[in-house]
């Protein structure tokens, strides 16, 4: 990507936003690249919460990327992401930057952020779920809070290894298969002091077996924080209709496809971003029926309230639903 | 502190690394004789009142305990109160704690002017003296559950300015 291929149509979520400029590109593994992006004049960035994402434009599109520093007055935002040859094309984009390429950036959003009253923290990453857990050690480094890491990665694949052993020392357990790490996890999650907050992030099986393995054991949710990269692949669900009722409007939802699709399809603007039920800008409200709740964003209040829906993924219970749109 | 007489081990506390449910009790009647813990194994505590000396016990039982224990606190309410506002300071979440006051008992008035606390029967609504600068207070239904006690504040402020 070159500075003039920049779009001059920003995506709808990155209004208001900042165009830096690409400071560094290096890879951490065959597969796993680290781009470092700066106020092209200079200039210090605003600060993030540890464990918030970038949201990065890319041709006509958006992705979301976890920052990797400590986020307090950087002068530079950095992330690290893994090429998905068979993506929607985000990672692609981002391994062909080069140094001095400009990109259009969101305001860093915080969803992953370290709990303020915790007594310890301890962070479980696999694969490229390092990202997001590796600004929570840089910021437990930088203020002396306590921390420690179960990094699962397999051998000479893992990035930021090197970063974790510096940051953590021997508060840093690596686990290279399955069964070594889940014997790590469940001494871990049986071990750990009153106060300690657990936060995880990787693949989507992984971090409901985690999450699922320290409720069994007693934690109770508010000590567990987690952050999804990908959603779990759904089924087609069943087909549904749509009341539109300021548009005056029934449009037929078949089973395979999104409700965010027919939405488009019928000719209506709904903002959106990852398409995939985790970053919440689809929201829809819903004024009858009972959706089937398909996403990670809305809690599960939220859910049961049923005014609300992420039309990308989620469908309906009833024959039928009534939207305000 | 004063050891439960079926349970020597109030004194030295759980065993490192307990996972059960752990039952404080305050005040002379063992209100949590009868509770059921599901199941899990539990340990039993008793004091008189939440006094310091009472507090420290139970925070130094809390630092040898680990994530999966849940807390129930048992008595007077101002007892129940500072024992939660303890337990909180190390940083157990609401998830973790039991909270079961008895119905009538005296109430913490936390002072705004000068940070003491004084007991009282007194209703809310109604005044009380404060133990600390003797400021008249007044308080109402203003509960902080970190101070563990109803914000109490000069009584006829406004009359007098």
């Known amino acids: ?325 | 502190m004063r050891a439960a007489s079926q349970s020597p081990a109030t004194v030295t506390g759980c065993e490192p690394g307990f996972r059960g449910v752990i039952c404080v009790s305050f005040g002379a009647a063992n209100t949590l004789a009868d509770h059921d813990a599901g199941g899990m194994p539990r340990q039993d505590f008793r004091f008189a009142s939440a006094n310091p000396e009472a507090l420290a016990n139970l925070r130094s039982v809390l630092e040898r305990s680990c994530v999966g224990v849940r807390l129930v606190l048992a008595g007077p309410p101002a007892d129940v109160h500072a024992a939660a506002s303890a337990v909180a300071e190390c940083g157990l979440v609401d998830e973790e704690i039991t909270l079961l006051c008895d119905e009538v008992g005296p109430r913490v008035i936390f002072c705004g002017h000068c940070h003491a606390s004084t007991t009282t029967d007194h209703p809310i609504g109604t005044d009380v003296d404060c133990r600390g600068c003797a400021t008249t207070l007044t308080f109402t239904d203003h509960f902080s559950r970190r101070v563990g006690g109803y914000l109490g504040f000069s009584a006829h402020a406004e009359e007098a300015a």
Request: aromatic residues 6%.
């Open chain 1, 1 to 325: 990507m070159t500075a003039t291929a920049l779009q001059t149509k920003f995506h709808p979520v990155l209004e208001g936003t900042l165009q830096l400029e690409v400071t560094n590109v290096s890879a951490q593994t065959d597969s796993i690249t680290s781009i470092t992006f700066g106020d092209p004049l200079g200039e210090l960035l605003p600060s993030y919460v540890p464990g918030s994402h970038l949201v990065v434009q890319y041709g006509t599109g958006a992705n979301a990327y976890s920052l990797t520093g400590a986020g307090n007055a950087p002068r530079e935002y950095a992330i690290s992401v893994l090429r998905v040859e068979d993506g929607a094309g985000g990672s692609l984009a981002m391994h062909a930057l080069s140094v001095g390429d400009r990109v259009q950036v969101s305001r860093p959003r915080s969803a992953f952020a370290p709990a303020a009253t915790a007594k310890h923290h301890l962070l479980i990453a696999a694969g490229i779920g390092i990202t997001p857990v590796l600004s929570h050690a840089r910021y437990a480094a930088e203020w002396g809070a306590s921390a420690s890491l179960i990094y699962v990665h397999r051998p000479g694949t893992g990035a930021h290894v090197q970063d974790a052993r510096d940051l953590l020392g021997s508060g840093l357990t690596e686990c290279t298969d399955r069964g070594s790490f889940q014997e790590v996890l469940t001494r871990k999650l049986t071990t750990q002091r009153l106060g300690t907050h657990l936060y995880v992030c990787g693949p989507a099986d992984f971090m409901d077996s985690v999450l699922e393995q320290a409720r069994d054991l007693g934690w109770p949710k508010g000590l567990l924080h987690s952050e999804a990269f990908s959603a779990a692949a759904l089924d087609d669900g069943q087909p549904f209709a749509v009341n539109l009722a300021r548009s005056g409007i029934t449009v037929e939802v078949p089973a395979g496809v999104s409700l965010l699709e027919t939405l488009e399809n019928a000719g209506l603007s709904i903002p959106n971003m990852c398409r995939k039920g985790i970053c919440g800008e689809c929201a829809v409200p819903v004024l009858r029926g009972v959706p089937q709740h398909r996403d990670l964003y809305l809690t599960d209040q939220e859910k049961a309230d049923n005014t609300t829906m992420m039309c990308c993924v989620s469908r309906s219970l009833d024959p039928e639903l009534e939207l305000d749109l």
